[in-house]
């Protein structure tokens, strides 16, 4: 299966290649699940990030900051895979 990469800054302070695994919306906003990419290989484990399209169809990906707002995101993900 094929997967869109993208590259998300992580905690220190690095650009690493997530695969996006899923999209979707939860109250109107977008979403994406990623994986970690390794040379060839998705990683296990799946991330959940907040993104918008910035005008040239590029993701801008935030971290999901509120503890609520990603429980009811990982709620929806979690209706999603079954």
């Not at 290649?17 to 977008?30: C, L, R």
């Not at 990030?49 to 900051?65: K, N, P």
């Amino acid at each position: 299966m094929e997967y869109d990469v993208i590259q998300i800054p992580v905690s220190d302070g690095t650009e690493r290649d997530f695969a996006i695994m899923n999209s979707f919306q939860v109250e109107g906003k977008d979403y994406i699940a990623v994986s970690l990419v390794e040379g060839d290989e998705i990683r296990e484990g799946i991330y959940l990030y907040r993104c918008e399209t910035i005008s040239d169809g590029e993701l801008m990906v935030e971290q999901i900051q509120s503890e609520k707002e990603y429980e009811k995101v990982v709620k929806a993900f979690e209706a999603l895979e079954d």
